[in-house]
């Protein structure tokens, strides 16, 4: 398996634009996480999905950030409209189910000017 | 709320050497606890997973012990290498309350191994 695949690695945007990261999870694993990693705050949980349902996006800073898993392959984080306080690495992990080991993507990382 | 703590922050040592990476957590409440390593500008790989039930996991010279009762977790990194450098992250995933099936990560111990 290829793994969890991230896409863009990189991501330079202008404030107030739209960004919108993606994540392939690895084959057959049900849960999906999306994590954002920084200097001051580590990392940090912002929402989990099992089995394509967001079942805790508590960690979800505001409203500008979204999260979407249309079906088993594929989920993406929108952030609409993007501050230069979002600029970050993402990182999308995913498991069998939430209680089993977690294997993180390359992560994405998104510089807002 | 589970706040996970890592001791040392950083660590320098000459190549050989054995050493112990700490780390604690508040609520013993978990499914398991995983340590990870992580490279600059890389992602996480996972070295090693302790069930809440178990208490130690060793792969090659890795080491990863675990007292749910106390809230603690080391990892032993045997004859150190220079390739060993990196950031070392514990996370425990937890099995109650607000933070029920989130991992939640300490702050990380960044391991130096010099020649």
């Known amino acids: 398996d290829a793994g969890v695949i991230q896409s863009p690695r990189h991501e330079v945007t202008e404030m107030g634009q739209e960004v919108t990261l993606r994540c392939k999870p690895i084959?057959?694993?049900?849960?999906l996480f999306w994590y954002r990693q920084t200097m001051m705050r580590g990392l940090e949980l912002l929402i989990y999905?099992?089995?394509?349902?967001?079942?805790?996006d508590s960690g979800m800073p505001e409203d500008r950030f979204s999260a979407k898993m249309p079906n088993a392959s594929f989920s993406t984080l929108k952030i609409q409209p993007s501050e230069p306080r979002d600029s970050a690495v993402y990182f999308c992990?995913?498991?069998?189910?939430?209680?089993?080991?977690?294997?993180f993507g390359p992560g994405t990382r998104l510089t807002v000017l | 709320k589970q706040e996970v703590t890592q001791i040392p922050a950083a660590l320098s040592v000459p190549e050989g050497e054995n050493l112990v990476l700490n780390c604690s957590f508040t609520?013993?409440?978990?499914?398991?606890l995983q340590w990870f390593r992580q490279d600059p500008g890389k992602g996480l790989t996972s070295l090693l997973l302790?069930?809440?039930?178990?208490r130690e996991q060793t792969s090659g010279r890795l080491n990863a012990s675990l007292d749910k009762s106390s809230g603690r977790s080391t990892l032993y990194i045997a004859a150190s290498q220079p390739g060993d450098s990196a950031t070392y992250l514990c996370?425990?995933?937890?099995?109650?309350?607000?933070?029920?099936?989130?991992?939640?990560f300490g702050q990380g111990t960044i391991l130096t191994v010099h020649p």
């Open positions: 992990a995913s498991s069998l189910d939430y209680y089993n080991e977690q294997f």
């Open positions: 084959s057959g694993h049900n849960s």
């Open positions: 999905f099992n089995n394509n349902v967001p079942i805790d």
């Open positions: 609520d013993s409440a978990i499914y398991n």
């Open positions: 302790i069930q809440s039930s178990q």
């Open positions: 996370a425990a995933l937890n099995a109650g309350g607000t933070s029920y099936g989130k991992l939640t």
